[in-house]
T-cell receptor, first 111, second 119 residues
Framework: QKEVEQDPGPLSVPEGAIVSLNCTYS??????FMWYRQYSRKGPELLMY????GNKEDGRFTAQVDKSSKYISLFIRDSQPSDSATYLC???????????FGKGTLLTVNP | EAGVVQSPRYKIIEKKQPVAFWCNPI?????LYWYRQNLGQGPELLIR????????DSQLPKDRFSAERLKGVDSTLKIQPAELGDSAVYLC?????????????????FGPGTRLLVL
């Protein structure tokens, strides 16, 4: 079993839809949780970063962490075609700099 | 400000040939990472540098892979000899040293990657 599990999709939604992306993990030592967005032929770029459990909102994006369930989510409201990309969850133990990534979920937002 | 620069962007070689990738991190970032991303997978760390010191190379296949970061700035990752299974995207990332900005976790900024195809 991999430390981080993420449904690779693909996920296709109409413009304006609410998108929900999720990851589960097995290592309870993870404390920092991140969502990266990766466009085709580009490197990942950080979208959201959360420490421990709770919610964090940034514009149309909301990240949720439930450490008791070892489950993290990213919600995208009013999705746009420009949101079409692969979304990678990532996490680490804090003082350990190594990021452990999920497989990524390929999202397509159709105009 | 320029981001992480990598070259070449694409490389096609035959198996058993050597190959090298170059990375120039963001100015002032003393932590540098090399990740490998296989098709349909997330990136996996190969090696992490703090300045010129390799502080985590536990995932680097040392029989054929080597890396260096002379003078603590640019870095080179080499594969010799390459195998078919080495086909992947090799990503370089850099960050400030944790705690620099007052947070324990510093953002890792990724370059565009080098796409390697071994035939």
């Amino acid at each position: 079993q991999k430390e981080v599990e993420q449904d690779p999709g693909p996920l296709s939604v109409p413009e304006g839809a609410i998108v929900s992306l999720n990851c589960t993990y097995s290592n309870s030592a993870f404390q920092y949780f991140m969502w990266y967005r990766q466009y085709s032929r580009k490197g990942p770029e950080l979208l959201m970063y959360t420490y421990s459990s709770g919610n964090k909102e940034d514009g149309r994006f909301t990240a949720q962490v439930d450490k008791s369930s070892k489950y993290i989510s990213l919600f995208i409201r009013d999705s746009q075609p420009s949101d079409s990309a692969t979304y990678l969850c990532a996490m680490n133990k804090g003082s350990n700099y190594k990021l452990t990534f999920g497989k990524g979920t390929l999202l397509t937002v159709n105009p | 400000e320029a981001g992480v620069v990598q070259s070449p962007r694409y490389k096609i070689i035959e198996k058993k040939q050597p190959v090298a990738f170059w990375c120039n991190p963001i100015s002032g970032h003393n932590t540098l990472y090399w990740y490998r991303q296989n098709l349909g997978q997330g990136p996996e760390l190969l090696i992490r540098y703090e300045n010129e010191e390799a502080v985590d190379d536990s995932q680097l296949p040392k029989d054929r892979f080597s890396a260096e970061r002379l003078k603590g700035v640019d870095s080179t990752l080499k594969i010799q000899p390459a195998e078919l299974g080495d086909s992947a995207v090799y990503l370089c990332a850099s960050s400030l040293k944790p705690g620099t900005s007052g947070r324990e976790q510093e953002t890792q900024y990724f370059g565009p990657g080098t796409r390697l195809l071994v035939l």
